[in-house]
């Protein structure tokens, strides 16, 4: 990979990585965002065209707001792990439990809603592992699950790893820490371990800033 450009849209980081001129987009924020990200591109003198992968980390709305518009702009092929792709046809949240149990209702009320944003049906469907041809051979999306059940993670060669909300700084802390939200909180370790385990350097997280990974290490470890 030759570039990755971090691009905040609503409270989410998307990043955009490079190799020569083509683009994979991890992500693409909140909705009502497409212009601004229009915007940033042009600033970056790239063209739509040139994003030919979208990486969506999971179905939630902060991450699949501007999904259909940003898809139909770019021409992108988009990928989801399998898990996903209900969700993504029908615009729907995946499911969530919160640490605080009795709050578990309530989070669950405000994520499970009927469509949420706007239907996408993904072109390219990942299980565990999923490897680029042509210019993305360093790059795999591998399956991650925890803070959803259809959470993926992409990480290339020199250890970077673009998490979406398996790590959070969110939503004011900047110091990295597990999700206090999860659909599986053991199944989040087991991901964790698998991410260091592949290799994992420099963290990248949907909301807060990228980190070390021995950050999420310790935490991790502690965990047994
Ligand atoms: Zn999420
Ligand atoms: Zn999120």
């Not at 849209?9 to 987009?25: A, H, K």
């Not at 990486?55 to 996903?84: P, R, S, W, Y």
């Not at 792709?85 to 969530?96: C, E, I, M, R, T």
Request: glycine content about 6%.
């Amino acid at each position: 990979m030759d570039e990755i450009i971090r691009i905040k849209l609503g409270f989410t980081n998307t990043f955009l990585l490079r190799v020569s001129d083509e683009y994979i987009l991890i992500d693409v924020g909140t909705s009502k965002k497409t212009k601004k990200f229009l915007r940033i591109l042009d600033d970056y003198n790239i063209s739509p065209d040139k994003i030919k992968y979208i990486v969506i980390t999971h179905a939630h709305f902060d991450h699949t707001g501007c999904l259909a518009e940003i898809q139909k702009i770019t021409g992108a092929q988009v990928i989801a792990h399998k898990n996903a792709v209900d969700l993504l046809k029908q615009g729907k949240n995946a499911f969530v439990g919160i640490k605080i149990k009795r709050f578990n209702s309530l989070i669950r009320r405000k994520l499970d809603k009927p469509q949420v944003y706007h239907p996408v049906t993904p072109d390219i469907i990942v299980d565990d592992t999923y490897t680029f041809e042509e210019y993305w051979t360093d790059i795999r999306v591998i399956h991650t699950p925890g803070h959803t059940l259809c959470s993926i993670s992409a990480i290339d060669k020199n250890g970077n790893v673009f998490v979406g909300d398996s790590a959070m700084g969110f939503p004011i802390r900047i110091v990295p820490r597990l999700p206090i939200i999860a659909a599986d909180f053991n199944l989040l370790i087991t991901s964790w371990k698998k991410i260091i385990g592949e290799g994992a350097k420099k963290v990248y997280p949907a909301h807060g800033k990228p980190f070390k990974i021995d950050k999420i290490r310790k935490k991790v470890e502690r965990k047994k």
